[in-house]
Every structure is written in structure tokens, then in C-alpha cells.
């Protein structure tokens, strides 16, 4: 019988990797760029959503001051530790619209710039994310990440939750951070024990604390204290206290 030859199919050549031209060096550059920038924005999302329920062990500004200093002296208190009218006043002396902004008080930036202040502007928050993430100075860079930050913050965190942040890592003297630490410091009692006057008087040290003493104030800082005692009650009649004593 005769054989029958089929003919033998060819091997396709082998396909080599749609690889495409080099990205010239610029090309390349930028892309490393984005990349880089993306990953930094993702890594401080991140940190943010954590201090949204995790403490801040400590803060680049603490390490600073620590390296100065030696040591520093904080213990965290939850608010609920925290007496009211401290928290109260804090608010009314830093940030007395703080129950109903969003990061930034448009009418204190206005007022700010008209009179020419250095200091008014900046709201709780915004100090909270300066002093849990980023540090202290004036610089662009900084202004700018806080900026960015501070919407973020808050979004992801309680109004109640960044008060409670803010009053545990502000310093009030020098080495001395958190309202807990300073009330022992000051007075000798903790942050849920003092009284009216001891309270506006930790709220009203904030802008300097390294320049003004709560357990001896000037005569100007005692009327700075009595128009801190007013603020507070105020809000806490007219409701911008609801925010974090809800």
C-alpha cells in the first residue's frame, strides 16, 4: 500500500514581547515622580485613618523637645476624663466655631487678614494636624501639606475625636504636653478635677505656652482668662458645644 505523506505544519515563529520603545528619561522621570507622590499621599491617608482610633504615641514635634530637653512629661486622657469646662474652654479660646466648620473658619481667615494678625486663622484641626504629623516653623511645604490634610481629617475622624487628640498632645510649658500633664504640672490635680478658672487658664497659655504660665498669670492674662470663662459658657449655651459634648 502506498504511503501517504501529509505534510508536516510549520512552527509559527516564536513572538517576541510587545515591549514598545523606551519611555525617554523625562518620561520616566515623571513617572517615577507620580509614583512616588501617590505612594506618599496613600501612606499618610493611612496614618490619618489610624489616629482616627489610635492614640499618637508621639509626635514629631515631641521628639524634638525631647531631644532638647531630655524628657517631656504627657499622659493621655480620654475626654471622658477630661472635664468639660477645660474642654469648653480650649475651644472657645482656640477655635470658638469649631462645631461648624470644616477644617478651615473663612470668617477668622478674612478677619485675620484684614487686621493684619499673624495668629486667629488656624483652627483646631488645623493644629491638630500640625502637631500629630507634620512640625512646627513656617514654610510653604508645610502650609500646603497641612492644607491638604486637614479636610481629610476631618472626614475620617469625630469632631469629639479631634478635640480629644488636640488637648492631649498641645504642649501648655515647655516639656509639658497634654492636659493631663499640665493640670498636675499647674495645679496639682488631674484634667477632670479643675476648676473653672484653672481651666481657662490651660486654655488661655495655648498660643505661648513657652511664654505664659497658668499657675501665675499677668494681670493681662487674668482678663484674657475671665473673657476665656464667658467664651465658654457661651458656646455651651448657644450649642456650639454640641459637637463634642454630644
Known sequence: MAKINTPRKKKAPARRAATGPALPLRARVKLWLVRGIGGIGAGLLLWIIAYGFLNPPITPYMIGERRILGDIEREWVPTERISPMLLRSVVAAEDANFCSHWGFDVAAIR????????????????????????????????????????????????????????????????????????????????????????????????PAPKLRAASAPTSAERRRTAAIIDGANTIARDGRAACFEG
Open 111 to 206: 478677619s485675620a487678614i484684614e487686621q493684619g494678625a499673624d495668629r486667629g486663622a488656624s483652627t483646631i484641626t488645623q493644629q491638630v494636624v500640625k502637631n500629630a504629623f507634620l512640625w512646627h516653623g513656617r514654610s510653604w511645604l508645610r502650609k500646603a501639606l497641612e492644607a491638604g490634610m486637614t479636610p481629610v481629617v476631618e472626614l475620617f475622624w469625630s469632631k469629639r475625636r479631634i478635640l480629644e487628640v488636640y488637648v492631649n498632645i498641645a504642649e501648655f510649658d515647655e516639656g509639658i504636653f497634654g492636659v493631663e500633664a499640665a493640670a498636675r504640672h499647674h495645679f496639682g490635680v488631674g484634667a477632670d478635677e479643675v476648676n473653672d478658672v484653672q481651666a481657662a487658664r490651660l486654655a488661655m497659655v495655648l
